[in-house]
């Protein structure tokens, strides 16, 4: 079995802050990790993911996310927000090594950036 | 490739009335998946296909909605009738087995039914 817990549906920054985004997840097998992007009127499209290798990934425009297995954790960091960075943000899990590539993802967390 | 490539866009249908949705996948994917995305539920699974074959339609709400595949590069979601509260935006998206990891989302199609 397999599940994501974002927590906070809504997180506010201010420009040039850090952004931080937490994900939990649980897995009975070792999962890969996703984080995923959503803008307005659009589909979502993977921002980074961990498969098993390095446990710090790096993604697109500035985001990277850290593998915590003794925490359950794939949170989502930023260290500067960009306006450009407001959207919804979903963190997903598989379990490839499980034969499933079904991924199950979070709720959702909308990034809100002020000027 | 292009991705993966949904139409129409925009829907927008009387209530009673037949509504089809239909979704190409990235050539060579495995699965293909059909969500559907509201404020108040967030991005749910409705059906996914493995090799055209349907192998959980458990989140399919209703006999209304029914899913198809008849090849490997097509599919579509059909709701007969149409009811206002199906007024959502649906995702179809696919993986490719070998080699793959990430699910490639289309652009969506945004129903809204009257």
């Known amino acids: 079995a397999q599940s994501v817990t974002q927590l906070g549906s809504h997180v506010s920054v201010s420009e040039g802050a850090l952004v931080l985004l937490r994900c939990n997840y649980s897995?009975?097998?070792?999962?890969?990790l996703f984080w995923y992007v959503q803008y307005p009127n659009q589909g979502l499209q993977l921002l980074l993911k961990?498969?098993?290798?390095?446990?710090l990934v790096k993604g697109i425009n500035g985001f990277e996310a850290e593998f915590k297995k003794s925490e359950t954790s794939f949170h989502l960091t930023k260290p500067s927000a960009h306006m450009s960075d407001a959207a919804e943000y979903f963190c997903a899990v598989s379990q490839p090594s499980g034969g499933s590539y079904i991924p199950t993802f979070g709720r959702g967390t909308s990034l809100i950036v002020h000027p | 490739d292009a991705g993966v490539i949904q139409s129409p866009r925009h829907e927008v249908t009387e209530m009673g009335q037949e509504v089809t949705l239909r979704c190409k996948p990235i050539s060579g994917h495995d699965y293909l998946f059909w969500y559907r995305q509201t404020m108040m539920r967030g991005l749910e699974l409705l059906i996914y296909f493995n090799n055209n074959v349907p192998i959980d339609d458990s989140g399919m709400p209703e006999d209304r909605f029914s899913a198809k595949m008849p090849n490997a590069s097509f599919s579509t979601l059909k709701i007969q009738p149409s009811e206002p509260r199906d007024s959502a935006v649906y995702f179809c998206?696919?993986?490719?087995?070998?080699?793959?990891?990430?699910?490639?989302f289309g652009q969506g199609t945004r129903l809204t039914v009257v």
């Open positions: 998206a696919s993986i490719g087995q070998v080699g793959g990891t990430e699910a490639f």
């Open positions: 961990y498969t098993s290798a390095a446990t």
């Open positions: 897995s009975s097998v070792p999962p890969y």
